[in-house]
C-alpha cells in the first residue's frame, strides 16, 4: 500500500530537511535542541502554566514545553499542516501526554481557535519568515495572551550574508561554474524582488518594532551571526535536501536549470568541496522574547 503523501511542510521537517540521512537529521536535531531550550529559559515556562507553540512543526519546542509545564499545565500545538498535527498527535500519545495538549489548524497571523486572553507563553522558531503580514502574528500573539504573559521567539534573518557573490555558492568557491551556480540559484528565488520576500523582507530591527507595536512592554533581543566553516557532508545528502520547504533540493535545481554535461562540470567542482568540508558559511539568527503590557 502507498503511503499517502505528505504536504510541503510535514515533508521538509520529516524527510527533505536532512535529505534522508539518518545521521545528517540526528545532528540537526542535537543542534536544535540547544535552540529549544533557549526559547524555552526565555520564556521561564513554568508548572500549570499554558504554552501556544505557533508553527509547532514536529513538536521540537512544543514537547519540551511538556516537560516545564508538568501535570497541570497544557500545551497548544498550532500549525498550518494537519500533517504536522496528526505526527504531533501520535508522538503525545505515545508519551501519555496526549490529555495535556490541544492540536489546532491555525497560521500564525490568524489564531482563531484561540480565545483572547487564554494563554501564559507563546513561542515559535523559524515560523514568521514564512509569514507575509508579520504584524498581523505579533497582535495575535498579544491577543490571545493574558496580561503579563509572555512571546520568546526564535527566527532566522537571511538579510545577513544575502545575496552571496556570485563566485560564492552556499559558501562553496564556485568561481569557474559560477554561471552555473547563478542558474541554480536562481531556481529556488523566489519570483519577486527581495524586500517583499517574507523569508528576506525583515530583519531584528523590524521584530523589535512590530512587538512594541502590538503593546509588548518589555523586550529583549539577541542577534547571533555565525560564519563558520562547513563540515564534510556526504554529496548524495546534500543533493537529497533542500534548505527550507519552499525550496527544491539541490538535484531538483539542476535538473531543472543544467543540461546533463553542466551537471557533470557542477557536480564535478562542487561534490570535492562538500565531501572535504571546504568553504564557510553564514547564518544570522535572532532571539526575541517580550512581556505584554
Known amino acids: 500500500m502507498t503511503a499517502p503523501m505528505l504536504d510541503r511542510w510535514a515533508a521538509w521537517l520529516l524527510e527533505r530537511r536532512h535529505g534522508g540521512d539518518a545521521e545528517e537529521l540526528r545532528r540537526t536535531l542535537d543542534r536544535l535542541a540547544a535552540v529549544r531550550d533557549r526559547v524555552l529559559d526565555h520564556a521561564a ?28 499545565g ?13 505526527h504531533d498527535r501520535v508522538l503525545a500519545e505515545r508519551l501519555g501526554a496526549a490529555g495535556r495538549c490541544r492540536f489546532v489548524l491555525a497560521p500564525a497571523e490568524d489564531l482563531r481557535p484561540i480565545a483572547d486572553a487564554t494563554v501564559d507563553v507563546v513561542t515559535t522558531r523559524s515560523v514568521l519568515a514564512y509569514v507575509a503580514n508579520k504584524r498581523r502574528a505579533f497582535d495575535e500573539f498579544a491577543r490571545v495572551l493574558r496580561p503579563g504573559g509572555r512571546i520568546s521567539l526564535y527566527e532566522p534573518v537571511n538579510r545577513h550574508g544575502y545575496p552571496e557573490p556570485p563566485d560564492r555558492f552556499d559558501g562553496y568557491a564556485v568561481g569557474p561554474i559560477q554561471d552555473l551556480a547563478a542558474r541554480v ?6 519570483d519577486g524582488p527581495a524586500d517583499s520576500d517574507p523569508m528576506l523582507g525583515f530583519d531584528e530591527r523590524d521584530l523589535l518594532a512590530w512587538a512594541e507595536a502590538s503593546g509588548f512592554a518589555e523586550r529583549h533581543l539577541e542577534l547571533r551571526v555565525d560564519v563558520r566553516p562547513h563540515a564534510p557532508r556526504r554529496w548524495e545528502t546534500v543533493l537529497r535536501s533542500s534548505p527550507n520547504p519552499l525550496a527544491p533540493t539541490l538535484e531538483e535545481a539542476m535538473a531543472a536549470t543544467l543540461t546533463p554535461d ?3 562540470r557542477f557536480t564535478a567542482h562542487l561534490r570535492p568541496q562538500v565531501e572535504r568540508g571546504e568553504g564557510t558559511f553564514t547564518t544570522a539568527v535572532a532571539y526575541l522574547w517580550a512581556t505584554r503590557g
Open 45 to 72: 515556562v513554568a508548572p500549570g502554566e499554558t504554552v501556544l507553540d505557533v508553527g509547532a512543526g514536529d513538536g521540537l519546542v512544543a514537547f519540551g514545553a511538556l516537560e516545564r509545564v508538568g501535570a497541570r
Open 262 to 264: 553542466e551537471t557533470a
Open 185 to 190: 540559484v536562481a531556481a529556488g528565488d523566489g
Open 74 to 86: 497544557t500545551v497548544i500545538f498550532a500549525d498550518v499542516s494537519q500533517d504536522l498535527l496528526d
